[in-house]
């Protein structure tokens, strides 16, 4: 990328859709756009209630009409392999994600409605062994 050009937004986020390893460089050069806007901010949703058919392709095209979706995840049990109700869907940008919670939330998937919030992340565990 000429770091003399910008461009405009619309053209800047056309060219990532096209060339999306070209993302770092742009970031290096032109770190005062990405601070001001809210270009990278991914955001994690927890989804609850899971229907046990539900695997991580279904709550990926689930998701995805709102908008890119970077990762879905269904958490599973160890030991059976059996789905435990709940997952987690990255969005690539913060507007597709509440989009998808404003829209989602409470809709049936699979016969279950679905549980839909913005993830909280990880709560340190104190460290402990265990055997």
Not at 92 to 114: C, K, S, Y
Request: glycine letters at 6%; charged letters at 25%; proline letters at 4%.
């Amino acid at each position: 990328i000429n770091a003399e050009y910008m461009g405009t937004l619309s053209e800047c986020l056309f060219f990532f859709d096209m060339f999306p390893s070209k993302l770092a460089l742009f970031k290096l050069s032109a770190p005062s756009l990405f601070r001001t806007s809210k270009l990278l901010a991914e955001k994690e949703l927890f989804v609850g209630n899971l229907a046990w058919a539900v695997n991580d392709f279904t709550l990926t095209q689930h998701f995805e009409r709102y908008g890119t979706v970077l990762r879905a995840r269904v958490v599973t049990d160890r030991e059976s392999g059996r789905s435990r109700g709940f997952g987690f869907v990255m969005f690539q940008d913060d507007v597709a994600a509440d989009a998808a919670i404003n829209e989602l939330n409470g809709t049936d998937l699979e016969g279950r409605p679905l549980r839909i919030n913005e993830s909280q992340g990880k709560k340190p565990r104190p460290n402990q062994q265990r055997w």
